[in-house]
Nanobody, 124 residues
Framework: QVQLVESGGGVVQAGGSLRLSCAAS????????MGWFRQAPGKEREFVAA????????NYADSVNGRFLISRDNAKNTLYLQMFGLRPEDTAVYYC?????????????????WGQGTQVTVSL
């Protein structure tokens, strides 16, 4: 089992930046891939970004590619999501998730542990 705690959400104006963090404990952090997902009101949870166990492979949703950067610090057991050029449509609850393997996945069923989420609100 992995325990995940997100932080760093908040309210930001369009065009602004935020950095989300996800602290992990439990299973050896460097043994599994990690991902970020988000869920807006009335919508399904969607993939945002994923990173392999080593950080050598990253994958992004088309909607955030070029604006968001996923990274991890295995020494600190922490996952990050740096978000630039935020838009109102990025408003959602953001969740970090621990993968069931060391390889990245963009499907929800590729992850077996989830954080409680952190709210990101982008205003005009």
């Amino acid at each position: 089992q992995v325990q995940l705690v997100e932080s760093g959400g908040g309210v930001v104006q369009a065009g602004g930046s935020l950095r989300l963090s996800c602290a992990a404990s439990g299973r050896t952090f460097s043994s599994y891939a990690m991902g970020w997902f988000r869920q807006a009101p009335g919508k399904e949870r969607e993939f945002v970004a994923a990173i392999s166990w080593s950080g050598g492979t990253r994958n992004y949703a088309d909607s955030v590619n070029g604006r968001f950067l996923i990274s991890r610090d295995n020494a600190k057991n922490t996952l990050y999501l740096q978000m630039f050029g935020l838009r109102p449509e990025d408003t959602a609850v953001y969740y970090c998730a621990a993968g069931s393997t060391s390889y990245i996945a963009s499907r929800i069923d590729g992850y077996d542990n989830w954080g409680q989420g952190t709210q990101v609100t982008v205003s005009l």
